[in-house]
C-alpha cells in the first residue's frame, strides 16, 4: 500500500511582509554605516596631531633625512609615510553628519526590536547626546 505525501502549499510573503524585511535591512544598513564611521574616528591617547603639526614634522624630517645613518634612514622614511596616511585621513575625512542622521531614525525602531540596550550602545561609542536624539533613554 502507498501512501501519498501530503501536498504543502508555498505561502506567499505579504507586501507588508516584504516591507518589513526592507526596513529592516535599511536600519540594519544606516547603523552598520555609522557605527563604521565611529570606529574609524575613535580618539586615540595623547595629544591630538593637526595638519600644521603633521606638515612640521615632515619638514623636519625632509631636513634630516640626508645626513642620518642607514637604520635611522629607514625609520624616518616609515614615519614620513605614516605620517602622510595621516595627513591624508585627517583632511580627507568625510563628514558624519548625514550618517548620524540616518543613525537616529534607525536605532529607535532597531533597539526596540533586537532589544538593544543603552549600555550596549554606548559601549561601542556611540554619544549619550546621539542616543537622546535617536529616542533611547537609560531606562528603556
Known amino acids: 500500500m502507498r501512501v501519498m505525501a501530503a501536498k504543502t502549499t508555498k505561502k506567499k510573503m505579504t507586501a507588508e511582509h516584504k516591507a518589513a524585511l526592507a526596513e529592516g535591512r535599511e536600519q540594519g544598513r ?11 574616528n575613535k580618539p586615540k591617547r595623547g595629544r591630538k596631531r593637526t595638519p600644521t603639526s603633521i606638515t612640521k614634522r ?14 635611522k634612514r629607514l625609520q624616518l622614511v616609515q614615519e614620513r609615510i605614516d605620517l602622510h596616511a595621516e595627513l591624508e585621513r585627517l583632511t580627507n575625512d568625510p563628514d558624519i553628519s548625514a550618517l ?29 547626546p546621539v542616543l537622546r536624539s535617536a529616542g533611547i533613554s537609560r531606562t528603556a
Request: charged share 30%; glycine share 4%.
Open 100 to 128: 548620524e542622521k540616518a543613525f537616529i531614525e534607525s536605532a529607535g525602531p532597531y533597539s526596540a526590536r533586537k532589544n538593544i540596550s543603552y549600555a550596549a550602545w554606548r559601549e561601542l561609542g556611540v554619544p549619550a
Open 58 to 71: 615632515l619638514a623636519t624630517i625632509d631636513a634630516t633625512i640626508a645626513e642620518a645613518d642607514p637604520l
Open 30 to 40: 544606516d547603523i552598520r554605516a555609522y557605527l563604521d564611521a565611529l570606529e574609524r
